[in-house]
């Protein structure tokens, strides 16, 4: 390995570990400000660094990310949740429009909530019906939506 490759790698890990250590967690709605939706795991916080040379980005990703295991995400359910979407832009969404007209009914504690100039998401909701993670769902295909549901929301529960 040459000196220069070698030195690479030193600067990368002594990038990382500081960033790595600092592992307080923010609020959803912290981490929606910045710009971190959705369930992101650490591992691609991790990728991002070798990316993107912003140790504050980085750090920020990590408090705003889940630990990585073989279940921890999996295991991850929610009592409820709201598709929040603006009316005036579902026209755009043929996929959201479909999974509301013809697949919602299978969730009884999923809402529909139409807010101005919103763009698509599912609003997570826990036991109290508290805002628990926000997820982006621009692109989401109307099978992935009905996937996600059936195994992230709790079907028995009432909000």
Not at 114 to 139: A, C, Q, V, W
Not at 143 to 149: D, K, N
Request: hydrophobic share 35%; glycine share 4%.
């Amino acid at each position: 390995m040459n000196v220069y490759k070698a030195c690479g790698v030193l600067l990368f890990f002594a990038f990382l570990l500081p960033i790595a250590k600092s592992k307080e967690q923010l609020s959803s709605r912290e981490c929606e400000d910045l710009g971190f939706t959705g369930l992101a795991l650490c591992s691609d916080c991790n990728t991002l660094a070798e990316y993107v040379k912003n140790q504050e980005l980085v750090s920020d990703c990590l408090k705003c990310c889940t630990e990585d295991s073989d279940d921890s995400i999996s295991k991850i359910t929610y009592s409820g949740a709201i598709i929040e979407v603006c009316m005036r832009k579902l026209v755009f969404y043929p996929e959201i429009v479909g999974f509301i007209e013809e697949e919602k009914d299978q969730f009884p504690t999923v809402k529909v909530q139409y807010l101005f100039n919103s763009p698509p998401k599912l609003i997570m909701l826990d036991d109290e019906g508290r805002h628990k993670e926000t997820i982006r769902i621009d692109n989401w295909k109307r099978e992935h939506m009905l996937q996600f549901l059936q195994e992230k929301v709790k079907p028995t529960s009432a909000i």
